[in-house]
Protein backbone atom coordinates (compact mmCIF):
# COMPACT_ATOMS: atom_id res chain seq x y z
CA UNK A 1 0.00 0.00 0.00
CA UNK A 2 1.12 3.37 -1.10
CA UNK A 3 2.59 6.04 1.74
CA UNK A 4 1.35 9.77 1.37
CA UNK A 5 2.60 13.29 3.09
CA UNK A 6 1.29 16.67 2.51
CA UNK A 7 2.58 18.56 0.30
CA UNK A 8 5.30 20.85 1.24
CA UNK A 9 4.34 24.13 -0.02
CA UNK A 10 2.94 26.88 2.50
CA UNK A 11 -0.74 26.37 2.55
CA UNK A 12 -1.22 23.58 0.24
CA UNK A 13 -2.85 20.27 1.78
CA UNK A 14 -2.72 18.03 -1.34
CA UNK A 15 -1.30 15.05 -0.43
CA UNK A 16 1.51 13.55 -2.45
CA UNK A 17 2.94 9.91 -2.55
CA UNK A 18 6.24 8.72 -1.12
CA UNK A 19 8.49 9.35 -2.19
CA UNK A 20 7.99 13.10 -3.55
CA UNK A 21 7.76 16.16 -1.28
CA UNK A 22 5.76 18.20 -3.84
CA UNK A 23 2.26 17.92 -5.41
CA UNK A 24 1.71 17.92 -9.37
CA UNK A 25 0.90 21.68 -9.15
CA UNK A 26 4.05 22.43 -7.07
CA UNK A 27 6.19 19.93 -8.69
CA UNK A 28 8.69 22.93 -9.96
CA UNK A 29 10.25 23.34 -6.04
CA UNK A 30 10.67 19.59 -5.85
CA UNK A 31 14.48 19.71 -7.55
CA UNK A 32 15.47 22.57 -5.29
CA UNK A 33 13.97 21.21 -2.02
CA UNK A 34 16.18 17.89 -2.56
CA UNK A 35 19.17 20.06 -3.42
CA UNK A 36 18.73 21.78 -0.57
CA UNK A 37 18.45 18.82 2.00
CA UNK A 38 21.47 17.27 -0.14
CA UNK A 39 24.14 20.42 0.22
CA UNK A 40 22.41 20.83 4.07
CA UNK A 41 23.76 16.44 4.59
CA UNK A 42 27.23 17.59 3.21
CA UNK A 43 27.53 20.25 5.45
CA UNK A 44 26.45 18.19 8.56
CA UNK A 45 28.47 14.99 7.98
CA UNK A 46 30.54 13.12 10.08
CA UNK A 47 33.57 13.43 8.12
CA UNK A 48 32.86 17.20 8.06
CA UNK A 49 32.59 17.48 11.64
CA UNK A 50 35.72 14.77 12.25
CA UNK A 51 38.10 17.07 10.05
CA UNK A 52 36.63 20.45 12.03
CA UNK A 53 37.27 18.84 15.15
CA UNK A 54 40.50 17.13 14.73
CA UNK A 55 42.53 19.25 12.42
CA UNK A 56 40.81 22.69 13.33
CA UNK A 57 39.30 22.59 16.28
CA UNK A 58 41.72 20.32 18.75
CA UNK A 59 44.99 20.88 16.30
CA UNK A 60 47.43 20.02 19.28
CA UNK A 61 46.90 20.17 23.02
CA UNK A 62 47.26 23.71 23.49
CA UNK A 63 44.34 24.57 21.22
CA UNK A 64 42.32 21.38 22.70
CA UNK A 65 42.41 22.78 26.44
CA UNK A 66 41.35 26.09 25.08
CA UNK A 67 38.10 24.22 23.78
CA UNK A 68 37.40 22.42 26.54
CA UNK A 69 37.32 24.81 28.77
CA UNK A 70 33.79 26.09 26.83
CA UNK A 71 32.40 22.96 27.90
CA UNK A 72 32.77 23.51 31.34
CA UNK A 73 30.30 25.29 33.85
CA UNK A 74 32.30 28.44 34.82
CA UNK A 75 31.75 29.60 30.83
CA UNK A 76 28.50 28.82 30.88
CA UNK A 77 27.94 31.18 33.65
CA UNK A 78 30.02 33.69 32.92
CA UNK A 79 28.83 33.90 29.05
CA UNK A 80 25.16 34.17 30.66
CA UNK A 81 26.85 36.99 32.70
CA UNK A 82 28.06 38.80 29.58
CA UNK A 83 24.81 38.43 27.14
CA UNK A 84 22.82 39.81 30.17
CA UNK A 85 25.25 42.75 31.04
CA UNK A 86 24.99 43.80 27.40
CA UNK A 87 21.31 42.71 27.17
CA UNK A 88 22.18 40.38 23.67
CA UNK A 89 23.22 43.72 21.79
CA UNK A 90 26.35 43.73 19.85
CA UNK A 91 29.30 45.86 21.62
CA UNK A 92 30.78 46.28 18.08
CA UNK A 93 28.18 47.18 15.93
CA UNK A 94 25.15 48.16 17.76
CA UNK A 95 23.01 44.64 16.70
CA UNK A 96 20.03 43.36 18.72
CA UNK A 97 19.60 39.98 19.87
CA UNK A 98 23.01 38.93 19.54
CA UNK A 99 23.85 35.52 21.31
CA UNK A 100 27.54 35.12 20.75
CA UNK A 101 30.06 35.93 23.56
CA UNK A 102 33.89 36.83 22.29
CA UNK A 103 36.72 37.65 24.24
CA UNK A 104 38.14 41.15 23.67
CA UNK A 105 41.71 39.62 24.57
CA UNK A 106 41.94 36.39 22.95
CA UNK A 107 42.48 33.37 25.12
CA UNK A 108 44.64 32.00 22.61
CA UNK A 109 47.05 35.29 23.24
CA UNK A 110 46.64 35.53 26.91
CA UNK A 111 44.80 32.53 28.60
CA UNK A 112 44.61 34.58 31.93
CA UNK A 113 42.27 36.61 30.66
CA UNK A 114 39.82 33.83 29.80
CA UNK A 115 37.60 33.79 32.95
CA UNK A 116 37.41 37.56 33.58
CA UNK A 117 33.63 39.37 32.86
CA UNK A 118 35.62 42.05 31.58
CA UNK A 119 37.60 40.45 28.64
CA UNK A 120 34.02 39.71 27.24
CA UNK A 121 31.81 41.16 25.28
CA UNK A 122 28.73 40.34 23.20
CA UNK A 123 29.23 40.35 19.14
CA UNK A 124 26.61 39.26 16.04
CA UNK A 125 28.23 36.82 13.89
CA UNK A 126 29.47 39.47 11.10
CA UNK A 127 31.59 41.59 13.54
CA UNK A 128 33.13 37.94 15.38
CA UNK A 129 33.96 37.10 11.80
CA UNK A 130 35.53 40.74 11.22
CA UNK A 131 37.27 40.62 14.49
CA UNK A 132 38.93 37.46 14.22
CA UNK A 133 40.06 38.06 10.91
CA UNK A 134 41.59 41.78 12.94
CA UNK A 135 42.67 39.45 15.77
CA UNK A 136 44.97 37.26 13.42
CA UNK A 137 46.63 40.59 12.01
CA UNK A 138 47.33 41.96 15.17
CA UNK A 139 48.02 39.57 17.80
CA UNK A 140 49.29 36.86 15.14
CA UNK A 141 46.77 33.97 16.38
CA UNK A 142 45.06 31.71 14.09
CA UNK A 143 46.31 28.79 12.45
CA UNK A 144 50.36 29.25 10.57
CA UNK A 145 50.26 33.00 12.39
CA UNK A 146 53.43 33.73 14.34
CA UNK A 147 52.33 35.31 17.40
CA UNK A 148 53.37 39.28 17.87
CA UNK A 149 54.24 41.05 20.71
CA UNK A 150 51.42 43.50 20.21
CA UNK A 151 49.71 45.89 22.73
CA UNK A 152 46.80 44.15 24.26
CA UNK A 153 43.21 46.51 23.56
CA UNK A 154 40.79 45.78 26.17
CA UNK A 155 38.42 49.22 24.76
CA UNK A 156 35.67 47.61 22.37
CA UNK A 157 35.40 50.79 20.72
CA UNK A 158 39.64 51.35 19.56
CA UNK A 159 39.07 47.53 18.47
CA UNK A 160 35.52 48.73 16.34
CA UNK A 161 38.04 51.63 15.08
CA UNK A 162 41.17 49.19 13.95
CA UNK A 163 38.63 46.63 12.82
CA UNK A 164 37.29 48.84 10.06
CA UNK A 165 40.32 50.63 9.20
CA UNK A 166 41.78 46.83 8.39
CA UNK A 167 38.48 45.93 6.70
CA UNK A 168 38.78 49.26 4.40
CA UNK A 169 42.26 48.52 3.87
CA UNK A 170 41.85 44.88 2.87
CA UNK A 171 38.53 46.09 0.41
CA UNK A 172 40.75 48.95 -0.93
CA UNK A 173 44.09 46.12 -1.87
Given at each position: ????????????????????????????????YLANRQ???????????????????????????????????????????????????????????????????????????????????????????????????????????????????????????????????????
Open positions: MPRYRRCRQPGCHAMVQLPNHYCAKHHEHEAERWARAHSKQYQHKYNNVTRYRNDTKSKQYQFYKTRIWSVLRQQALDRDHYVCQYCGQPNSKTVDHIVPIEYDEKLKDHLDNLATICRKCHRLKTDWEHSWYGTGIGNQRKQATELHDVLSIKHLMNKNKNNDSES
